[in-house]
């Protein structure tokens, strides 16, 4: 079974920092892609970045772009977001995810595999 675990969030004063991690287990790791999403009270689910399965290549909207980086550690079955210079916008649920196809980047749908998301507060 699959289960994507995301911790680190918490409240945060803005233009400060926090780093999310997302533990993997039940899934070839090192064969899948990891996307974070982050969804605010009354918005739709966002994509926020992805990395692909080697980590060579990742991609961050702009909205972060600058600000957040994503990173992972194949030998430890986990991802990062690094967020700096947070700011009150930044203010949502984060949750990881994985298509549940390997190799593919394609992700966000229902039907992949989702965290339970951890809850990121910034305050101005």
């Known amino acids: 079974q699959v289960h994507l675990v995301e911790s680190g969030g918490r409240l945060v004063q803005a233009g400060g920092s926090l780093r999310l991690t997302c533990l993997v287990t039940?899934?070839?790791?090192?064969?899948?892609?990891m996307g974070w999403f982050r969804q605010a009270p009354g918005k739709d689910r966002e994509l926020v970045g992805h990395?692909?399965?080697?980590?060579?290549?990742?991609y961050l909207a702009d909205s972060v772009k600058g600000r957040f980086t994503i990173s992972r550690d194949n030998a430890k079955n986990t991802v990062y977001l690094q967020m700096n210079n947070l700011k009150p916008e930044d203010t949502a649920i984060y949750f990881c995810?994985?298509?549940?196809?390997?190799?593919?980047?394609?992700?966000?749908?229902?039907?992949?595999?989702w965290g339970q998301g951890t809850q990121v507060t910034v305050f101005a």
């Open positions: 039940g899934l070839p790791f090192s064969d899948h892609a």
């Open positions: 995810a994985s298509p549940r196809v390997s190799h593919i980047v394609t992700m966000g749908a229902r039907s992949d595999y």
């Open positions: 990395i692909t399965w080697g980590g060579f290549s990742t």
